[in-house]
């Protein structure tokens, strides 16, 4: 097997985050059709936390593999957004702007879609070979 080079690298990532946010938009809009606005709003902001975290977690993996630099400034990065994504989701919550559960369950398109991406990848490279 050869290495995958960067162009396959940023099709996953670009196909992760795709699925993450088409499944964020289909738990908003069932959250809409079964729960209300609240609920959709909830799972709504779940999502976009989740893609919002794909997205910043793929550069800094991007950038400590390619050691472009030092890697401190990355790590700080790191503890900033594990921070903040605590800090927010305790805001939302605490405000009640949120319900926890349905924001929850939108922040559930990050595990779902990484998963759902893989496996019509993998379908796709079958195909192909």
């Known amino acids: ?19 993450v946010c088409a499944l964020g938009l289909l738990g908003t809009m069932a959250a809409l059709w079964l729960g209300g606005m609240k609920s959709a709003w909830s ?6 936390i989740a893609a919002g975290n794909l997205w910043l977690l793929a550069q ?7 050691q472009k630099g030092a890697t401190a400034p990355w790590g700080i990065v790191a503890v900033l957004k594990f921070a903040l994504l605590f800090g927010a989701m305790y805001v939302l919550v605490k405000t009640r702007t949120v319900d926890i559960l349905t924001c929850a369950i939108g922040f559930c398109a990050l595990p779902v879609g990484i998963v759902f991406a893989q496996l019509l990848g993998a379908r796709r490279d079958q195909r192909e070979s």
């Open 43 to 48: 799972v709504a902001i779940g999502a976009g």
């Open 1 to 19: 097997m050869s290495e995958p080079d960067a162009s396959e690298d940023s099709a996953g990532i670009r196909r992760a985050l795709v699925a």
């Open 60 to 66: 800094m993996v991007r950038a400590f593999l390619a």
